[in-house]
């Protein structure tokens, strides 16, 4: 990464003046914070003392005896509040605190960001107000009710298509109106830099896992393989971060909807070009004229037209590959793995867990992948599926 935030063509900050004192100020903060050992140490405690980490890396017996290959689930569905969002939500209301923010806002699709940064709000005695479409506080009630229990505002959101990207908006239009006492929580690898570059320090603690416990069960080496979901990208990076510069396959999954032919789809590295998208340039689905296509996916966490500039340049660059995944494609695994091991994936993970009816994925040898999140959240749309 340069130091104005690019990945190769791909990242900078294209914001409104009014914001540039606020990207500074927490740009300096990550650079003095990374290094301060009471940061670090604070992190850590609750990283370990409050969410609960590290997280178990978990060898799936009966899935890896039905696709007949190894397979390990990293358990990030095992975090409080259900999934990788809250390391995070951490790191940042801890930097929040330090910068003598009062007040914290947050977007949200699937609800996990939105009731990670609650939780730390709550936990830090925080205001807290988060932006979710419309049509996701509809299909994510549960998650809905626990912001609310939380403390916080959820304040829906009714333009465009209702879904990640308006919710994204309007949290950017809160922050230019209170730039001095608001600090935004952003829940992925997305917008200006610093904040791609902060996300994936605070999620690198997955990767990190993963390396050490995969060698205390071989005794050393590495998986062949790793694996997760994408939209923005945090649970990608951070379950990536640490593999970079070894030789060890990086695999995504974009939720591809109804189909690449289908306009109903959020595969944005498949169906996108180079752009502009909240403040970072990256790839993003655009009509030719440079208007931001509606994205669409059955989950909520990857209902969005663009991803991360990193995973753009990686996966432009070939060092990680991509792979689309329908809707169908998704429901089917998460179902899967419910009945071979007993958990339920949160649908953004079960897009993952597609990769592996792939036989060039399963042929990579030992694998590791992501669950990113627990499915209790998409109950309704497993039955609703089950049921159709």
Not at 27 to 45: G, K, M, N, T, W
Not at 186 to 212: C, D, K, L
Request: aromatic residues 6%.
């Amino acid at each position: 990464m340069s130091a104005e935030g690019y990945y190769g063509l791909y990242g900078g900050a294209f914001v409104p003046e009014l914001l540039r004192p606020n990207l500074d100020a927490l740009a300096h903060a990550c650079i003095v914070h990374r290094e301060d050992l009471s940061f670090q140490a604070e992190f850590s405690r609750l990283l370990r003392d409050y969410c609960g980490r590290p997280t178990p890396l978990w060898y799936a017996q009966r899935l890896s005896a039905h696709y007949r290959t190894d397979i390990w689930l990293k358990r990030e569905d095992l975090n409080h509040t259900g999934s990788h969002k809250i390391n995070n939500a951490i790191g940042q209301i801890l930097l929040a605190e330090r910068l003598g923010k009062t007040r914290i806002i947050a977007e949200t699709g699937a609800g996990q960001h939105g009731v990670a940064t609650a939780t730390v709000a709550a936990l830090k005695g925080l205001s807290c107000t988060v932006y979710m479409g419309a049509r996701d506080i509809a299909r994510q009630a549960p998650n809905v009710a626990r912001m609310r229990m939380l403390g916080a505002t959820v304040e829906p959101v009714s333009s465009g298509s209702q879904t990640l990207k308006d919710a994204t908006n309007a949290a950017i239009r809160d922050w230019i109106n209170h730039p001095h006492d608001t600090h935004y929580i952003i829940g992925s690898v997305v917008g200006p830099h610093p904040y791609p570059a902060m996300v994936a320090w605070f999620q690198e603690v997955i990767s990190r896992e993963i390396r050490q416990q995969f060698a205390e069960q071989f005794g050393g080496g590495l998986p062949d393989a790793v694996l997760a979901c994408v939209g923005g990208g945090s649970n990608a990076i951070g379950a990536f971060s640490s593999f970079m510069n070894d030789d060890v396959r990086l695999i995504t999954a974009e939720a591809a909807g109804h189909g690449l032919d289908s306009p109903r789809t959020a595969a944005a590295t498949f169906t996108g070009r180079p752009g502009i998208l909240h403040g970072a340039k990256t790839m993003l689905m655009q009509t030719p004229d440079g208007q931001v296509l509606e994205a669409h996916s059955i989950s909520a966490g990857l209902d969005y037209p663009g991803i991360g500039p990193q995973l753009a340049h990686l996966i432009t660059s070939g060092r990680v590959r991509s792979y689309p995944v329908t809707d169908d494609q998704a429901l089917d695994a998460g179902a899967l793995l419910a009945r071979t091991e007993g958990l339920i994936p949160a649908l953004e993970s079960a897009h993952a867990l597609a990769l592996l009816e792939l036989p060039e994925v399963r042929s990579a040898g030992k694998l590791v992948l992501n669950l990113s999140g627990r499915g209790d959240k998409d109950l309704d749309t497993y039955q609703n599926k089950r049921d159709s």
